[in-house]
């Protein structure tokens, strides 16, 4: 299956950011990147920044082929001090790099453990220097979360295609498991622009003014509510239960429950969700 047009335009935002950092990080004044396609065997070039022409733009690159080819195929980093005099890899789009001049090139490719790759980046210099294991050293933990966040990305899309449909045909269990998923990667994601558009996600699935319809479909109880409303504030759980008037192992008995019912690890993603699901009013 095919990347949609928004999913694509997603995750060539997060790319953006990532060669600007990279360029930073490296030194180096050529960045771009291309998207991995669903079969992984082929790339599209789609980001680019400090280059002179447009003859890298939209340069579709096959598995093995050239040097980011050859880094897809092997699944780990690749570079060559001489592009033009480089042994070991095939030439088939030296008629792309050559009007750039471009003489030393690393690539990367950009993938969480136990998925493929996502992307490949590629940083270059128009003179010949090493690009060897100590920029890649320095890039590693960029390149990891950068990996990271372009997965999410593409997540995050692939949700907000599946609510392109009628919410009124999605239950409330499925809305609470969404919720769920979309609270984790929130927390997890360091990009800015995909927590905006999980933020946007959580208000399709349930507006901060919350309908009377939503809060009488609450799975909670009036006890694991208040519990809720409690932590919410920061409340402790002796506190909360010298203001309930219960004891504290009845406190952590809702909390838990509470917590259950809405698939969350931890009381402040319990009460993150319950909020925005209109659960505590």
Do not use: C, W
Not at 47 to 67: C, F, K, M, P, Y
Not at 113 to 118: C, L, M
Not at 156 to 169: M, P
């Amino acid at each position: 299956m095919d990347r949609s047009a928004t999913e694509t335009e997603a995750i060539a935002r997060v790319l953006e950011r990532g060669l600007a950092e990279a360029q930073r990080l490296s030194g180096l004044p050529v960045a771009f990147a291309g998207l991995v396609k669903p079969d992984q065997q082929e790339f599209s070039i789609v980001v680019l920044r400090g280059v002179d022409t447009d003859s890298l733009a939209n340069l579709q690159v096959q598995v093995g082929e050239g040097l980011g080819g050859m880094a897809l195929a092997l699944q780990r980093p690749a570079s060559v001090i001489s592009y033009p005099e480089a042994r070991g890899i095939t030439r088939a789009y030296e008629h792309a790099v050559a009007p750039e001049r471009l003489q030393s090139i690393l690539s990367v490719p950009l993938a969480v453990p136990g998925r493929g790759p996502v992307a490949v980046l590629y940083l270059a210099e128009r003179d010949q220097v090493g690009i060897g294991e100590r920029i890649q050293t320095q890039l590693r933990p960029l390149t990891q979360r950068l990996a990271f966040d372009l997965q999410v990305a593409t997540d995050v899309e692939r949700r907000f295609a599946a609510l392109r449909r009628d919410l009124t045909q999605v239950s409330m269990a499925e809305r609470g498991d969404l919720r769920g998923d979309l609270v984790a990667l929130m927390d997890a994601t360091a990009d800015p622009r995909t927590r905006r558009g999980l933020e946007e996600l959580l208000g399709k699935i349930a507006p901060p003014a919350a309908s009377a319809e939503v809060l009488v479909a609450s799975p909670l109880t009036k006890r694991e509510t208040e519990v809720l409303a409690e932590a919410e504030h920061g409340a402790s759980n002796l506190q909360i239960a010298l203001a309930l008037g219960v004891t504290e192992s009845t406190v952590k008995s809702y909390m838990k429950s509470a917590m259950a019912k809405l698939g969350a690890e931890n009381r402040i993603k319990a009460t993150r969700i319950a909020r925005e699901l209109g659960y505590l009013g």
